[in-house]
C-alpha cells in the first residue's frame, strides 16, 4: 500500500479505518477484524467515546501475534475542552491508557475550537471560549511538548482551513505534519490540498464515503449520497469496481491519506482492496467535475447562538 511520508522518516498506511460512531460492542471486532485482514492504520479520537474497546482489541491482535506495534499506525485527536497548553498532555495520557498504547503515532488537534473543560459539546454560548482568548498557537505549543515527552511520533490538526493552517505554521516550532479533513469528489478542496503540499503539511480526508450513518441533527433533507450519485456509479461499473472503491482510490490517487469507516467485515475488505484500484485519468477528470463545495459535516453544532464561532470564522470563508 502506498504510504504518507512524514518528518524523521515515518511513513503512514495511506489508507487506514475510521471509527467515529462505530458502536460499543461492534467497534472492537471490527477492528480486529480490520487489522487481521492487513490494515496498519486506525483513526480514533477521544470524543468517539470506544478507544477503550480499540485498545483491548489492538492488545488482543498484538498478542494474538497479527501484527506488532510498530507495524501500526495509530491516530488520535485532542478534544476542544483540553485547548489549554497544560491539559494536552494529560489529555494524550488518557487516550495512551485507554489504547493500551506506549505512544502514539499521530496525534491531531480535533477542532480549531475552545471549550471550557468538561464540556464535550457546547450548549450554550458560555460554553465556548473565542480562539482570541485561547489561540490554536497556544494549544500547538501543549502539542509539541507530548512530541517532544515522547507520548507521540507525530503532531498535526483537523479541520484547519488554508488561513488558519498558514498562520500556526508561521508561529509553530515544529510543523504540523498533518490535517484531517472533510475530503471526497463533492468536496475537493483544491486550494487547500495545493496549500498543504506547498507548506509540506500531508493531507487525510475524512468522510470520504459521505458519511451517511452520521448522527440525524447532522443531516440535511433531501442532500445528495455520494455512494448513490450516478456518475461514481458508471464509473465504477465500467471498471468492475464498487461505488466505494472508486472514492477512496480517487482520494488516494490525490496524494491524500483516506480513513473510511467500517463495522461490517464484507466492506472493510472491500475498501482495503480500494488500495490496489487505479483510476485512468478521464474517469478522475470526470469526477472532478463533481465539486460542488458540499460538506456533511458543516460544523454547525459549533456556531451557538451569541457564541464566538460562526461557520464563517470556522471555515474562513
Ligand atoms: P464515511 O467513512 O464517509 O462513511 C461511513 C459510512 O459508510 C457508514 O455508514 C458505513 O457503514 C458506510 N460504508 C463503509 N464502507 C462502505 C462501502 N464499501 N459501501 C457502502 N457503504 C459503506 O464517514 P465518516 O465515519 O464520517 O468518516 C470516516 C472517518 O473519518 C470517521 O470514522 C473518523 O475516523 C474520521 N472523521 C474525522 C473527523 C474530524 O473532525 N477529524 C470528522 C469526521 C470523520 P458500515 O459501518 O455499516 O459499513
Redesign the pocket.
Given at each position: 500500500m502506498r504510504t504518507i511520508p512524514f518528518p524523521g522518516g515515518d511513513a503512514m498506511p495511506a489508507l487506514g479505518l475510521?471509527?467515529?460512531?462505530s458502536a460499543p460492542g461492534e467497534v472492537g471486532a471490527a477492528v480486529r477484524e480490520a487489522v487481521r485482514i492487513g490494515y496498519r492504520h486506525i483513526?480514533c479520537?477521544s470524543i468517539y467515546g470506544n478507544e477503550r474497546e480499540i485498545g483491548t482489541a489492538l492488545a488482543a491482535a498484538i498478542a494474538d501475534g497479527d501484527v506488532t506495534r510498530a507495524e501500526l499506525w495509530i491516530t488520535s485527536?485532542l478534544w476542544c475542552d483540553r485547548h489549554a497548553k497544560k491539559h494536552v498532555a494529560p489529555a494524550l495520557k488518557q487516550t495512551l491508557e485507554d489504547l493500551q498504547l506506549d505512544y502514539l503515532d499521530l496525534y491531531l488537534v480535533?477542532?480549531p475550537i475552545a471549550l471550557k473543560k468538561g464540556k464535550l459539546m457546547p450548549e450554550r454560548a458560555k460554553d465556548l471560549i473565542p480562539l482570541e482568548k485561547l489561540p490554536l498557537a497556544e494549544t500547538w505549543q501543549g502539542m509539541e511538548a507530548a512530541q517532544q515527552a515522547g507520548l507521540t511520533r507525530q503532531i498535526g490538526v483537523?479541520?484547519l482551513s488554508v488561513k488558519k493552517l498558514r498562520a500556526l505554521c508561521e508561529t509553530a516550532t515544529v510543523r504540523p505534519s498533518m490535517n484531517?479533513v472533510?475530503l471526497h469528489p463533492y468536496l475537493a478542496q483544491l486550494e487547500l490540498l495545493s496549500t498543504c503540499s506547498e507548506l509540506g503539511v500531508g493531507l487525510t480526508a475524512?468522510?470520504?464515503?459521505?458519511?451517511?450513518?452520521?448522527p440525524e441533527a447532522l443531516r440535511v433533507e433531501g442532500e445528495r449520497n455520494l455512494?448513490a450519485d450516478p456518475l461514481v456509479i458508471e464509473i465504477a461499473e465500467g471498471i468492475g469496481a464498487?461505488p466505494?472503491q472508486v472514492l477512496l482510490a480517487w482520494a488516494l490517487q490525490r496524494g491524500t491519506a483516506v480513513?473510511?469507516?467500517?463495522?461490517?467485515p464484507g466492506?472493510l475488505a472491500?475498501?482495503l482492496a480500494a488500495a490496489e484500484l487505479t483510476l485512468g485519468p478521464m474517469d478522475r477528470q470526470r469526477l472532478g467535475a463533481l465539486d460542488a463545495h458540499r460538506r456533511y459535516?458543516t460544523g454547525d453544532f459549533w456556531a451557538v447562538s451569541g457564541g464566538p464561532y460562526t461557520l464563517a470564522n470556522l471555515w474562513d470563508e
Open positions: 475510521g471509527t467515529w460512531k483513526d479520537a485527536k480535533h477542532w483537523s479541520n484531517q472533510e475524512y468522510s470520504p464515503l459521505g458519511s451517511q450513518d452520521r455512494l464498487t466505494a480513513i473510511p469507516k467500517s463495522v461490517n466492506r472491500e475498501n459535516v
